[in-house]
């Protein structure tokens, strides 16, 4: 280890972090990036490595949806039979700067945002948020979930695209985040103020561009209904600060969790690349009319990254609003949850101060040792699929983290460092 103690890695860590400068220059498609996705059929999902066989209802859905929109194949059979026989590689979001909501599921032709972190030097890439209903990121591939990839594809992405570039050097994320935590969103479950700032700062570029008065109109309705438009940014954003944060491979600070509906996924810093895995939990929360717990489908996607740099469920404090949705209880319950989660932080990041917690910054630096020491893991909100593929969307609400995770890999650095 290069730095003089552990403590000393972790600070170089989070010093990178909060020294982060993302920016939202791009919506392209997603083969113009991450140059896996033009070897054949390639598919990024969420969540550590798993094989077709392992997936969970939503996420084999969200596949057969993919092979749909790409044309791979024109009906649900013949796509789950390529996707069976091993046509199909599957490539972890994470190993190609990418994350993904839910099944995380991004092929070819999926436009995705593009953050690049100029502190780093390095970018991260996120598809852009379908709106609610039925959604290919809960595994439903109907017609109109198709119709509606087809129209970000061709409509929503290029029409983004150019208003970002009229900005000329790109969306300032900081500036937005810190406004909208201010707002009273915790970027997991709630996103309405950052997707309402975002819809601020791009509308009047979208009304600059020559297009379709239909289209023109379409996109900006689509961004003014769609509440957690902001997530994927949030993701994106997430992805590229912690990525430039894992290039200090020392320190025990968590770098990524993710799930996959099978495993529960986390690195930390000074293990680079190597995964650490648990069997997931199931969310517990609350759910739509017809719906209980029963039906829910086990924890699944790259959302976590939002915990990881100390959002979402870390930061319930910042909404007491969405803490009724997620089943959380009251303003006392999301008090005692992110007083909580400070237990396994090293820190508080200053850019990002929540009014309701005395203007405390959010929590900086899961410390994977203080998770052990403790017992406390991460908190995480998010949205709970039905099991059966097509079903979309059930409910709300949080689940934890495996403490196994961080088990194995405090043990896996120990033996690294030379100490057992």
């Known amino acids: 280890m290069k730095y003089q103690s552990i403590d000393e890695a972790n600070r170089a860590v989070l010093d990178s972090i909060v020294g982060s400068s993302p920016f939202l220059v791009d919506v392209v498609p997603a083969k113009s990036v991450i140059s896996e996705l033009n070897n054949g059929k390639v598919i990024l999902h969420a969540g550590p490595p798993i094989k077709w066989d392992d997936m969970t209802g939503p996420m084999q859905g969200s596949c057969i949806g993919a092979s749909l929109f790409e044309g791979w194949a024109e009906t649900e059979e013949e796509a789950e039979k390529m996707l069976a026989n091993g046509e199909v590689e599957f490539i972890p979001c994470h190993h190609v700067n990418a994350v993904g909501p839910m099944g995380g599921i991004t092929t070819a032709n999926f436009p995705v945002f593009v953050v690049e972190n100029r502190s780093e030097g390095n970018e991260a890439y996120c598809i852009m948020n379908e709106g609610i209903g039925k959604v290919l990121r809960f595994g439903a591939y109907s017609k109109e979930v198709i119709d509606r990839l087809n129209w970000m594809r061709d409509v929503l992405g290029p029409t983004l695209s150019k208003a970002i570039k009229l900005k000329g050097d ?4 900081n500036v937005m985040i810190a406004k909208a935590v201010t707002m009273g969103d915790e970027f997991h479950q709630r996103n309405i103020a950052a997707s309402l700032i975002f819809l601020k700062e791009v509308a009047p570029l979208i009304v600059q561009l020559d297009m379709d008065d239909k289209d023109q109109k379409d ?24 990525d430039g944060a894992r290039k200090i491979q020392d320190g025990t600070v968590v770098t990524a969790m993710c799930r996959n509906g099978k495993d529960f ?31 829910a489908n086990s924890d699944i996607g790259d ?14 404090i910042a909404a007491p609003g969405v803490t ?13 949850t992110s ?19 005395d203007f405390q910054g959010t929590c900086l630096g899961i410390d994977a040792r203080k998770v052990v020491e403790t017992g406390i893991t991460p908190v995480i909100n998010t949205g709970i699929a039905h099991k059966q593929a097509g079903v979309g969307q059930i ?13 194995k890999a405090i043990e896996a650095y120990a033996e690294k460092l030379g100490l057992i």
């Open 303 to 316: 959302s976590a990254i939002t915990e990881t740099i100390g959002v979402g469920g870390m930061a319930m």
């Open 219 to 242: 996109v900006m309705q689509f961004l003014a209904d769609t509440d957690q438009f902001f997530l994927n940014v949030m993701m994106a954003t997430s992805k590229a600060v912690m």
């Open 170 to 173: 790109g969306l300032n994320l």
């Open 265 to 295: 996924g986390i690195r930390i810093s000074g293990m680079g690349d190597q995964w650490f895995t648990a069997p997931v939990n199931t969310p517990q929360g609350l759910f739509f009319t017809g719906y209980s717990q029963e039906d």
């Open 339 to 357: 007083n909580e989660m400070m237990e396994i932080c090293i820190d508080q990041n200053p850019n990002f101060t929540v009014p309701t917690w």
């Open 324 to 336: 009724r949705f997620v089943g959380a209880g009251g303003f006392d319950d999301a008090l005692s």
């Open 395 to 407: 409910g709300a609400g949080t689940v934890r983290a495996p403490l196994a995770c961080f088990e």
